[in-house]
């Protein structure tokens, strides 16, 4: 590792213990909605039948990222509901990439056939674990997020361009584990979370995101990827030019290397929330190619 790799390495760790890599987001996931899911899923596949389509609309399965929760896909739900398609938002634990992807991958088992995974920031680290050797995921949509190769970490994937400013944001709590151990967690302070990771979207949204924010272990922004399912599923990328979470320079580097179908939005790291639209027409173009 270069000099100067390491001087920004410790730049970013100094203070916060944080390496915050840039805004992540991730997705624990939660088993409330897969039902109806499936139950949607059913009645689709009827009626796509009986349209002479043959084939029912493949489950969006989203992940959250870190200093999110579900809610932030909202919008999203509304419009993919609307054009019905079957939806599960899975909560993200936010412990590390190979925890959170084992936790989403009880979802996908749970899921009966095709789906597409949409991953928000450290989102995009699990979903790219989790889809691993899985005929029944069929695209991966990325949205501000990371797309690590193995034996990368959030952490160096933010560092590798300038333009972060969330380690200066970031409020951390030490925290004593159920085994014992001692962590770190990692919040954004609230009096900076809206220029932080939400600039464009209204004060009062993101005062309650920055109140019901989840923290990720600061651990899970230091892991390293084992495996990265881009490399073989069809992947998406939503680029936002105007994060201070993940530079966009780093947004583009991995969406290039996956060779990922990229969509570049004039956006902060909330994308999902402020452009709702976009993020649903986007997932919506993977799902079409995925049937």
Do not use: C
């Not at 989203?62 to 609307?82: T, Y």
């Not at 088992?109 to 789906?115: E, M, Q, T």
């Amino acid at each position: 590792m270069s000099s100067v790799k390491r001087a920004s390495k410790r730049r970013i760790l100094t203070g916060v213990g944080a390496a915050v890599t840039a805004g992540i987001a991730v997705g624990t996931f939660v088993l409330v909605g897969t039902a109806n899911a499936n139950a949607n899923a059913n009645a689709d596949s009827d009626a796509d039948r009986s349209a002479g389509k043959g084939q029912a609309k493949p489950t969006i399965v989203l992940e959250h990222g870190a200093f999110a929760d579900a809610s932030g896909w909202n919008g999203v739900i509304a419009r993919l509901h609307a054009d019905g398609y079957p939806v599960v938002a899975a909560a993200n634990p936010l412990r590390g990439p190979h925890t959170d992807a084992t936790a989403l991958r009880s979802v996908l088992d749970h899921v009966k056939g095709p789906k597409i995974l949409v991953g928000h920031s450290y989102g995009g680290s699990v979903i790219s674990e989790a889809a691993a050797n899985d005929p029944e995921v069929k695209g991966l949509v990325y949205v501000a997020a990371f797309l690590p190769a193995p034996g990368e970490s959030a952490l160096e994937l933010t560092n590798k361009y300038p333009g972060s400013t969330l380690p200066g944001a970031l409020d951390p709590v030490p925290v004593t584990n159920p085994d014992g151990s001692k962590g770190t967690e990692l919040y954004i302070q609230q009096n900076k979370f809206r220029l932080q990771f939400a600039a464009d979207v209204s004060r009062a949204k993101a005062a309650l995101a920055a109140a019901g924010q989840r923290p990720i272990a600061q651990s899970a922004l230091e892991e390293r990827a084992t495996v990265a399912a881009w490399k073989t599923i069809p992947s998406w990328d939503i680029v936002t030019t105007q994060d201070l979470n993940i530079p966009a320079a780093a947004q583009r580097f991995m969406a290039k290397r996956a060779h990922a179908h990229t969509t570049e939005v004039a956006a902060s790291h909330s994308v999902a929330v402020s452009h709702p639209g976009i993020v649903t027409r986007v997932i919506e173009e993977a799902a079409r190619a995925a049937r």
